[in-house]
């Protein structure tokens, strides 16, 4: 696949921050949000979407931890095994996100 055109970029640039939106208005309720999810999918490069899907991971863990401050990570460390698998961190990653 070639590198997306300036037109194909901003489409799929819409498409996410119009998922991005409905995901923040209806977190508990993903489902509302499928639609948005296939044109997201569909418009952008699915390396882009993979890139995007970590973005916004990202994103939402750092705004958890600036708003709950160390102590949540505290308690990661605490739940932390030494030889822990990496699925099991992951689980605890996404326990904490909520994605």
Request: charged content about 35%; aromatic content about 6%; some cysteine.
């Given at each position: 696949m070639s590198f997306p055109d300036k037109e194909k970029r901003q489409q799929c640039w819409d498409a996410r921050d119009?998922?991005?939106n409905c995901m923040d208005k209806n977190e508990n309720e993903?489902?509302?949000c499928k639609e948005f999810r296939a044109i997201y999918e569909s418009t952008?490069?699915?390396q882009w979407v993979k890139h995007f899907d970590r973005?916004?991971?990202y994103l939402k863990f750092k705004e958890k931890i600036e708003k709950e401050g160390v102590n949540l990570l505290n308690t990661i460390?605490?739940?932390s095994i030494p030889n822990q698998?990496?699925?099991r961190k992951n689980r605890i990653y996404r326990q904490i996100v909520q994605v």
């Open positions: 119009d998922l991005w993903r489902e509302l952008c490069p699915a973005k916004r991971n460390e605490s739940q698998s990496i699925a």
